[in-house]
């Protein structure tokens, strides 16, 4: 199989799944090392920006990035040439995590004036409007919604007070903590230039019962991840902006190589 491959996807192959097998097998806390963290987070560096397109949180996760690229990539990095498609491949990775560390920074600062504004002023009220605007999983756990009716019962008890503080701001910590990993907004790069530059080739998915050409399944995955990305579910761990990030710095790079014919990698 490996040898119908292109030399670059093949070793991208290799190196993500051989990542995921010794993270595994070993046991190592590679997503706590080279997950994307907060630019602010005490374990944040500057090397995590590349070293989460290697990482993955599971088999599903793993499977699906490397099927598309299986898919996919052959076909671009014969029509770019090696060289090419890899600098497209990274550049369009750390484009999606550019995109998502910003995105990322507005909603943690926003969240943290949130918990200083409850902080100022702790009622049962306030929590309850707190937890429901900014930590929805949170306000559906039975234990807090337990708290939270005590917390009612008893507004000034300063115990629920304090309990309710440290909620508030254990859940800040945790939104700026969580590492991002997966090389899918490399991914939906990859997506973004096979539509582009085969924007007619008809494509034969699983999701859908009929074939579909590829700009619009293309065009159709975008509006979803923009969607998905303002309109997040409880329980969404999937970054959405990563993906955007992806596909609009391929956009942005498709563009330039274009306009310049005479530049060969």
Do not use: C
Not at 49 to 58: E, K, M, R, S, Y
Not at 78 to 91: A, D, H, M, P, S
Not at 114 to 133: G, K, M
Not at 217 to 228: C, N, P, T
Request: cysteine-free; aromatic content about 18%; overall charge negative.
């Amino acid at each position: 199989m490996f040898g119908r491959l292109s030399p670059i996807v093949k070793n991208l192959l290799i190196l993500n799944i051989g990542i995921y097998l010794l993270q595994s097998l070993l046991n190592l806390p590679l997503v706590e090392i080279g997950g994307l963290r907060y630019i602010f987070a005490e374990d944040f560096r500057p090397f995590q920006f590349f070293t989460h397109l290697f990482i993955h949180g599971g088999l599903g996760h793993l499977f699906g990035n490397m099927f598309a690229l299986f898919i996919f990539g052959p076909l671009l990095e014969r029509f770019w040439g090696t060289q090419k498609f890899l600098v497209f491949y990274l550049v369009t990775g750390l484009g999606a995590a550019l995109l998502y560390s910003a995105i990322n920074y507005y909603e943690v600062s926003e969240l943290d004036s949130a918990v200083s504004t409850y902080l100022q002023d702790p009622t049962p009220e306030h929590f309850d409007e707190f937890i429901r605007d900014n930590a929805e999983f949170a306000w559906r756990n039975p234990e807090v919604q337990n708290f939270m009716d005590d917390y009612y019962d008893s507004p000034q008890n300063q115990s629920y007070i304090g309990q309710s503080e440290q909620l508030a701001e254990q859940i800040l910590r945790q939104k700026a903590n969580i590492p991002m990993v997966g090389a899918s907004g490399a991914i939906f790069g990859i997506l973004m230039a096979f539509g582009l530059l085969f924007p007619n080739t008809e494509l034969f998915l699983l999701f859908f019962p009929f074939p579909i050409k590829a700009k619009y399944f293309v065009l159709f995955y975008g509006l979803y991840e923009l969607w998905a990305g303002f309109d997040r579910v409880p329980g969404d761990n999937v970054a959405h902006f990563a993906h955007l990030g992806g596909m609009l710095f391929a956009f942005i790079l498709i563009k330039i190589w274009q306009g310049k014919r005479n530049t060969f990698y």
